[in-house]
């Protein structure tokens, strides 16, 4: 699914490389182009494993966001926490497929600071919907984001960081825009069943 997991099953397995092949992985949301809006000032991170997925990280993100940004919200869809903060909203897990792409077309960005993802299908997903993407710098997030074209890349944990390029991407509405189609075209073109197959 990935050149990292490629990479790890040569090195770490002792398979060899020219019987491995990276295919990636497709998108099981409908895409479809569509006018984006990116002035929702909405944050949407989807997974169900929030630690792993580096929740934590955007939680502390998501309160120096709040210092420059009053009105931006944070959506959070996967687990089931008890957080009472203004700004955030835990929405659980949802299953139903039009329910999800709605949250991921109201969006303004998709954030995952993940601490271990030999994918990623969820940014293939936020992609389809034209979110820009910010997740960690390890891994596969580097093959399917790429730094300054689909979004952004972040050392894991560095909330700081993170909170410096959610604040660009939402005060920069443009730009949200092209990485948002950057990503587009990567699901069009990549990150679909059709050329996986």
Same mark, same amino acid.
């Given at each position: 699914?990935?050149?990292?997991?490629?990479?790890?099953?040569?090195?770490?397995?002792?398979?060899?490389?020219?019987?491995?092949?990276?295919?990636?992985? /497709?998108?099981?949301?409908?895409?479809?182009?569509?006018?984006?809006?990116?002035?929702?000032?909405?944050?949407?991170?989807?997974?169900?494993?929030?630690?792993?997925?580096? /929740?934590?990280?955007?939680?502390?993100?998501?309160?120096?966001?709040?210092?420059?940004?009053?009105?931006?919200?944070?959506?959070?869809?996967?687990?089931?926490?008890?957080?009472?903060?203004?700004?955030?909203?835990?929405?659980?897990?949802?299953?139903?497929?039009?329910?999800?792409?709605?949250?991921?077309?109201?969006?303004?960005?998709?954030?995952?600071?993940?601490?271990?993802?030999?994918?990623?299908?969820?940014?293939?997903?936020?992609?389809?919907?034209?979110?820009?993407?910010? /997740?960690?710098?390890?891994?596969?997030?580097?093959?399917?984001?790429?730094?300054?074209?689909?979004?952004?890349?972040?050392?894991?944990?560095?909330?700081k960081i993170f909170a410096d390029r959610i604040i660009t991407l939402l005060e920069d509405e443009n730009l949200s825009?092209?990485?948002?189609?950057?990503?587009?075209?990567?699901?069009?073109?990549?990150?679909?069943?059709?050329?996986?197959?």
């Amino acid at each position: 699914m990935s050149d990292w997991l490629k990479k790890s099953f040569v090195h770490d397995f002792g398979l060899p490389e020219e019987k491995v092949i990276t295919v990636y992985a /497709g998108t099981n949301l409908k895409v479809e182009d569509f006018d984006k809006n990116y002035d929702s000032k909405m944050i949407l991170f989807v997974g169900k494993n929030f630690e792993r997925k580096g /929740g934590e990280a955007l939680l502390e993100a998501f309160k120096l966001v709040r210092r420059k940004i009053k009105d931006v919200k944070l959506i959070i869809i996967g687990p089931n926490l008890n957080i009472s903060e203004e700004g955030i909203e835990v929405k659980g897990l949802i299953t139903d497929k039009n329910e999800l792409a709605k949250y991921f077309k109201q969006a303004s960005i998709f954030v995952l600071p993940s601490l271990f993802e030999p994918f990623g299908i969820v940014f293939a997903e936020a992609f389809a919907y034209k979110n820009p993407c910010i /997740g960690s710098n390890i891994c596969a997030m580097p093959e399917i984001i790429e730094e300054g074209k689909g979004g952004f890349l972040v050392p894991p944990n560095d909330y700081k960081i993170f909170a410096d390029r959610i604040i660009t991407l939402l005060e920069d509405e443009n730009l949200s825009k092209k990485m948002g189609n950057y990503g587009f075209e990567k699901v069009k073109n990549i990150f679909n069943w059709d050329t996986v197959v």
